[in-house]
């Protein structure tokens, strides 16, 4: 690469004999080199030095049949106005986690990953992006995000006040979409299963009130404090519900030991880190000063932002190659482990095929 490709530059670099500060401003940063439309959207399929394992493509009538059982169950909550049909539809639900869960044990648990999937979504549209203009908002959102947890967590109060909560459970779409997805997964779930997704949740509502803190105050964050903060904004309570959805639990002894989470957080870590990369030409479209890996790294280290974002590339694959070294390692200990370890590694292989090709959502920077 030259010096003439990687032109765009962070803009505290363009002041000449100030000191730079300590801990970098957060401005807005010039966007991705843009393209007209038609042709950014064929700027799709694998972004180029990206680790990642093909999948084969889903079955489409076992796709269909997702999408018509979720689509239905969003209609019967009243979980979104029409005017957001073409957004559910773009989103592609069922496609998504039939290629997330190919070893899914029957239809009913892949329907309840995909309910969970939407209410996870409807949540960060309506209650955290405020690009979205669907009501979200980074200031004041604790309130709304306990209530959110409230929704997947039992209230214990006084029976007099119990029904005045589950009334307020039904409040709005996330509340619901929340409340009755968890009642389906934990149908089926084992009661530590159901635990551990309401621990994982807990644990996004947290990355969610950091990312909307760093927003609030313009504060752009090191890029190891980025990771922390992406390592609860992240999918873990996807990928940590892949033996439930294939019929089988990973007993809790097990799962809690120190290299079973490693490997979870690394699977987790990579994928979201995949979204990064694949989301960063419209979130910078939608925000400037939108937080991702590339941005935070250009922002760090000072360089243009193509630099930044094969250096963010070299980030997720160092991960990646942690999670299959270590998952590989750890399989070869036990077969029950080894079946949770591969159930992470087809989620991770699922979900970059879902970024690549949705075109909907997603299209590259104009980098190759
Ligand atoms: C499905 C799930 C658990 C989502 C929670 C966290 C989340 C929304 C992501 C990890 C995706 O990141 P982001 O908010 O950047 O989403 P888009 O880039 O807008 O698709
Ligand atoms: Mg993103």
């Known amino acids: 690469m030259t010096a003439a490709e990687d032109r765009v530059e962070h803009p505290a670099r363009t002041s000449p004999g100030t000191r730079p500060p300590a801990r970098p401003a957060r401005l807005p940063l010039p966007g991705p080199p843009s393209l007209p439309r038609s042709v950014a959207a064929r ?30 169950w969003a209609r019967g909550l009243d979980l979104f106005p029409t005017a957001w049909t073409g957004d559910f539809a773009g989103f592609q639900f069922g496609r998504a986690v039939v290629l997330q869960h190919p070893g899914a044990a029957d239809l009913d648990r892949l329907t309840a990953a995909g309910e969970l999937l939407l209410a996870e979504n409807l949540v960060d549209d309506c209650y955290c992006e405020e690009e979205e203009d669907r009501g979200g908002s980074h200031r004041g959102l604790g309130g709304p995000l306990i209530m959110a947890q409230s929704a997947i967590d039992p209230y214990h109060g006084t029976a007099g006040s119990e029904e005045d909560w589950r009334q307020g459970m039904q409040a709005d779409g996330p509340l619901r979409s929340y409340h009755w997805a968890m009642k389906d997964y934990a149908g089926f779930a084992t009661p530590s299963q159901t635990t551990r997704f309401v621990h994982d949740i ?35 309570p996807c990928l940590s519900i892949v033996d439930a959805v294939d019929g089988y639990e990973l007993p809790e002894p097990l799962y809690s030991r120190p290299e079973v989470q490693r490997i979870t ?12 990369l694949y989301s960063f030409t419209k979130e910078l479209e939608t925000d400037p000063t939108h937080l991702n890996l590339p941005q935070v790294v250009a922002a760090n280290e000072r360089c243009g932002l193509k630099t930044a974002y ?59």
């Open 310 to 368: 094969l250096r963010s590339v070299e980030i997720h694959n160092q991960i990646m190659a942690s999670f299959e070294e270590e998952a590989a390692a750890l399989s070869a200990t036990s077969p029950l482990v080894g079946r949770y370890a591969r159930g992470l590694s087809d989620w991770v292989a699922g979900n970059h095929e879902w970024h690549a090709t949705n075109t909907h959502r997603y299209h590259l920077p104009n980098y190759w």
């Open 43 to 72: 700027r799709t399929g694998a972004i180029p030095g990206l680790t990642y394992r093909a999948v084969t493509p889903p079955d489409p009538e076992k796709v269909a049949e997702v999408d018509r059982r979720l689509e239905a």
């Open 265 to 276: 957080a690394l699977a987790s870590n990579a994928t979201t880190l995949v979204n990064d």
């Open 202 to 236: 807990a644990r996004l509502h947290l990355g969610y009130l950091a990312e909307a803190a760093w927003a609030e105050t313009g504060h752009m964050p090191k890029v190891w404090e980025y990771l922390v903060m992406r390592q609860f904004n992240n999918f873990r």
